[in-house]
Each structure stands twice: as structure tokens, then as C-alpha cells.
């Protein structure tokens, strides 16, 4: 008989991430039969938080463009009575963030005292280098250590522009929308078990896997905001970052400055009503944060050095098991 790893309960071992939202549907609210249209529907559905923005959908088309159609997950906690408890709802495709122009309204009274702002997508931000010059100007092309020219590619745009739609100049801010990675078991293993599911509530989730925090916000978004932020702020200009409430609970706290203007980035933080609509979960705006670069890496980094001696044993840790693996010669 297999024995249970020591260091785990029984609520670890019954804890897992699943879906909460699937094609714009709260999970938790569907019957057996939508779970079923959802595993192999006909058409792909369109994806309403994308619809109320077309003019960011790729290739003109509102469709979710998400493979399996999964928009977001959440802790689920099987309880000794069968039960299943549901944690707060984790954003995996950054169009959630587009529900109903709700984030996109709510930022362009913030920054640009307009409720209606045009969003424009992709625009180049670093110009490629190519043939010694930069794009349009002369400048020296950069060396490697052996003095060779280094041929660099594009290497950035901004996300997002929200632009006041009467002003001219244009008033604009940069926009980031970071949701989450995850890490683990594939979402084909839920979408078994919801196969083979014959009870009258929700099905656990089949495979077990978490938000990968640390790879959408240090390795992802840190990289992101040093690269822009710098150059936005010689401009005059502000970048906006939009996550959900579990992004930024996973980050460290951050220093905060009191007004917009001393800010270099605002975090605009939304969360997710399940109570307002049956069958679906209506985002809101939870919190609003004015932080400096500086600060904003801080949080990201979201750690504290090991002392040298805790981190010396470890080490000696892993190069005794080590040396105790490797067979003795005779």
C-alpha cells in the first residue's frame, strides 16, 4: 500500500488548482451537461471580455483564441464530507482583464480624465539596430567583448496605449496587462476527469498545479518595467500595470507615494464578484497603488537573502547526499 509523503495532511493532499472560468463561464456553476459542450464544442466560442474591445482582437476575430479556453483558476479544497471549497479567482489570460471596458474606463478617468479613452495595441517601443545605425539616425552600433557588431532585432513594444480620444497632442499612458503562468499538469487532465465525473457537483480538478508567480512577475513583468519605465519617465509619461488581487498578494509589500504625479507606475488591482450575476464572476476594481520603479522591483522580487550560514547549510546538505549516492570504488 502506497504511504502518504510525510510533511503533507490530508487538506495538502486534497488541494488543487483548476479551472474557475472557461469560456467567459463560472466553472463552479455549471451543470454536467455545459462542462460536456465545453470539452469539444462545435465552434469555437467568442470570448466576451475580448468582444468588448474588438478592436484589440487578433486577426479582427473575438473568438477566444485561448487553447481550451480556460480564463482563469482557482484553489479547490475537498473537504472530509465530500464537499468542494473554492479559492479566490486567479487571472491565466490577460483578456479577462477587458470585461465590459470596466479597467479601461476606470484608467482613463485616472490618468487622462476621460471615460472613454481609443486603446491602440503593440506599438514599437525599442527600434531594431541594423547596419550601424539605429533606425532613422546615426548612432554606434553595439560590441560584443571580441569587437564584433551585434545585429539586434525589435526587442519591445508597448502592450497597451490608452490615448484621450479629443486631445491633440495626444495625451496618452503606456499599459501593461500581466496575468498569471501556471506550472504543472496539463488542463487535459481536468478536462478527464470531467469525462469520467458522475456526481452532482463540481468535479476536482485531475491534475495538480499552481499560479507560477515568480515566472510571470520577476522573470515577466520585472524585465518588462526596467526596460520601458525608464524612458517613460524621461518623457513625462506614467505606465500602468494592470494585475488581480492574488498577483499582488504574492509580491511584497511595496513603498508607496501619495499622488499620481510622483509616481512612475500605477498598479490598477481588480478581484472578481461572484455574487452580482448567476454564472458568472463580474470584475471590479479592488485597488489603486502610486509606487517609484524602484519600489515596484522590490515587490517583484518578493524575497529576502538567505543569511550565508543558512545558505552554506544547505549546501553541505545537498553535497552529503551527493557524495552518498556516488558508489565507493574498491
Request: hydrophobic fraction near 35%.
Amino acid at each position: 500500500m502506497a504511504r502518504r509523503p510525510t510533511g503533507r495532511n490530508r487538506s495538502q493532499d486534497q488541494a488543487k488548482y483548476g479551472i474557475a472560468e472557461w469560456y467567459g463561464r463560472l466553472y463552479r456553476n455549471m451543470g454536467a451537461s455545459e462542462r460536456a459542450s465545453y470539452l469539444n464544442p462545435i465552434s469555437i466560442p467568442q470570448c466576451p471580455f475580448l468582444a468588448a474591445v474588438p478592436d484589440l482582437a487578433p486577426n479582427g476575430s473575438t473568438r477566444c483564441s485561448k487553447k481550451g479556453g480556460v480564463c482563469s483558476i482557482r484553489n479547490f479544497t475537498q473537504t472530509d464530507d465530500q464537499d468542494v471549497r473554492f479559492g479566490k479567482i486567479t487571472s491565466t489570460c490577460p483578456n479577462r482583464f477587458l470585461e465590459d471596458r470596466t479597467v479601461i474606463d476606470h484608467v482613463g478617468r485616472l490618468m487622462l480624465q476621460s471615460p472613454d479613452p481609443i486603446v491602440v495595441k503593440e506599438i514599437p517601443f525599442l527600434r531594431r539596430i541594423t547596419s550601424g545605425i539605429v533606425e532613422g539616425e546615426s548612432a554606434a552600433l553595439p560590441v560584443d567583448q571580441n569587437d564584433e557588431q551585434v545585429d539586434s532585432e525589435d526587442v519591445g513594444k508597448i502592450d497597451l496605449v490608452f490615448v484621450h480620444p479629443d486631445k491633440d497632442p495626444p495625451e496618452w499612458c503606456a499599459v501593461e496587462m500581466q496575468a498569471v503562468y501556471f506550472s504543472g499538469a496539463s488542463m487535459s487532465r481536468d478536462y478527464e476527469a470531467i469525462k469520467s465525473y458522475t456526481g452532482n457537483g463540481t468535479p476536482m480538478p485531475g491534475g495538480g498545479r499552481r499560479p507560477d508567480f515568480r515566472s510571470s512577475g520577476p522573470k515577466r513583468l520585472m524585465p518588462q518595467l526596467q526596460i520601458k519605465v525608464p524612458s517613460l519617465r524621461r518623457w513625462g509619461k506614467k505606465m500602468v500595470v494592470i494585475i488581480d488581487r492574488p498577483f499582488l498578494d504574492a509580491m511584497a509589500p511595496m513603498d508607496t507615494v501619495g499622488h499620481v504625479s510622483n509616481c512612475d507606475i500605477v498598479w490598477v488591482v481588480v478581484d472578481y464578484d461572484e455574487q452580482r450575476e448567476h454564472g458568472a464572476a463580474q470584475l471590479v476594481v479592488d485597488q489603486i497603488l502610486y509606487t517609484t520603479l524602484e519600489d515596484s522591483v522590490v515587490g517583484l522580487t518578493a524575497g529576502v537573502p538567505t543569511t550565508l550560514p543558512e545558505f552554506e547549510a544547505k549546501l553541505t546538505l545537498k553535497v552529503t547526499s551527493r557524495r552518498s549516492r556516488v558508489p565507493k570504488t574498491p
